[in-house]
C-alpha cells in the first residue's frame, strides 16, 4: 500500500497586512499610559509598611512631597524649607484645584517635620493627603 | 503631432519597514511605561484655621476615642495604656455601639503624636484606626447586604459610609510658649 501524505491545496498563511495597525494600537496604549516625568529624588528615604491601604486613581491629580532620612524636604527637582512649602503647594493648587499630596516620609522621620509641613498644606488648602506606603506582606 | 501620454511611474513609500519602526517605538514605550500604583493612607485635613481663632468644641467624652503617642511609641487610647496592635480590636467595639446612633453621636477618632514621635508609629496607628473602621465596614456590610463593601453599588456603599462614617481628627499641634 502506498502511503501519501494528504496536503490540503489551501495556503497557509497567517495575514501579515494588518499587524503594523495592531503595533501602532498597542504603541499609543503605551503612549498615552506612559508618565514621563519621573522626578529625580534627591533625598533617601525608605517608606513604611500598612495593611488598609488605598490607591490614588488619578494619577495626574497627585504631587508628591519627599521627607527624607535627613529631614530635609523634596518638591518637584529641588530641596525646600518649610517656609516656603506654603507658597509652592499655594500655586499647585490653583492650577490643579482637586489636587491630591502625597507624602513619602521617611519611616524614621520625626512627626514634628511632619506637623509642621502638613500645617502648611493646610495654611496652602491642599486637603487632600496620602501617606505613601508599602503593602504589608 | 503625436501627443504621447506620459507614463507616470508610480511613486511608492516603502512602507515595509514601518512594522520595524512601530516596533522600536513600542519597545521604548514599553520600558519607559511606569505602571505602579500609587498606594497610601488617604486622610483629609481640616482647613486652616489661625491659632487665636480656634474654639473649643465641647464634644461628649462618650464619642471621643483619643489616642495618644508619646515619643517612646507608648499608646495611650483614652487614658488607657495599650500596644501599638490592640488599638483597632480596642476601637471595633465602640464603632459597632454607634452604627444605629444618629449622625452626630458617631465616633471620632483622635490621634495626637509628640513631636519626638516615630512617623512609622504614626503610621501604625493610623493604619489599624482605618483597619477598624474598613473592618466594621465589611462586617456591617455582610450582615445587612451578605457580599463585601467593596462588592456593593454605589448606593448601598453610600449607606455603610452614612452608618459607619470615618472620622478621624488630627489634634491641633500645641504651640511651644
Known amino acids: 500500500m502506498k502511503f501519501e501524505k494528504k496536503r490540503s491545496s489551501v495556503k497557509q498563511e497567517i495575514p501579515t497586512a494588518s499587524m503594523p495597525d495592531i503595533i501602532f494600537m498597542l504603541l499609543l496604549f503605551f503612549m498615552v499610559t506612559t508618565t514621563m516625568r519621573e522626578v529625580e529624588v534627591l533625598v533617601d528615604y525608605k517608606l513604611p509598611d500598612a495593611e488598609a491601604l488605598e490607591k490614588i486613581e488619578n494619577k495626574r491629580l497627585v504631587s508628591y512631597i519627599w521627607i527624607g532620612k535627613s529631614g530635609r524636604i523634596q518638591i518637584n527637582d529641588s530641596i525646600v524649607k518649610v517656609d516656603d512649602i506654603q507658597n509652592i503647594m499655594y500655586s499647585k493648587r490653583q492650577e490643579l484645584p482637586s489636587i491630591i499630596v502625597s507624602l513619602r516620609v521617611h519611616i524614621g522621620a520625626d512627626m514634628g517635620l511632619v506637623t509642621d509641613v502638613q500645617q502648611e498644606l493646610r495654611k496652602a488648602y491642599c486637603l487632600r493627603i496620602n501617606y505613601s506606603a508599602n503593602i504589608k506582606i | ?177
Open chain 2, 1 to 177: 503631432m503625436l501627443l504621447k501620454k506620459k507614463r507616470s511611474m508610480e511613486a511608492n513609500i516603502p512602507s515595509s519597514s514601518m512594522a520595524d519602526i512601530a516596533f522600536l517605538l513600542l519597545i521604548f514605550f514599553l520600558v519607559a511605561t511606569v505602571i505602579d500604583v500609587d498606594t497610601g493612607i488617604g486622610l483629609t485635613l481640616p482647613e486652616y484655621v489661625p491659632p487665636e481663632e480656634i474654639e473649643d468644641v465641647k464634644v461628649d467624652p462618650d464619642r471621643m476615642a483619643s489616642i495618644l503617642i508619646n515619643e517612646n511609641n507608648d499608646v495611650l487610647l483614652g487614658g488607657e495604656p495599650i500596644s501599638l496592635f490592640q488599638i483597632k480590636n480596642t476601637l471595633k467595639p465602640r464603632i459597632i455601639s454607634k452604627i444605629d446612633l444618629p449622625k452626630n453621636k458617631k465616633l471620632i477618632v483622635s490621634l495626637k503624636t509628640d513631636r519626638k514621635t516615630v512617623y512609622s508609629a504614626y503610621i501604625s496607628a493610623l493604619d489599624q484606626i482605618k483597619m477598624a473602621f474598613f473592618e466594621v465596614r465589611d462586617e456591617y456590610s455582610n450582615s445587612r447586604f451578605g457580599t463585601k463593601y467593596d462588592d456593593l453599588s454605589e448606593e448601598t456603599q453610600k449607606e455603610v459610609k452614612d452608618a459607619i462614617p470615618i472620622i478621624i481628627s488630627l489634634a491641633e499641634p500645641e504651640m511651644v510658649k
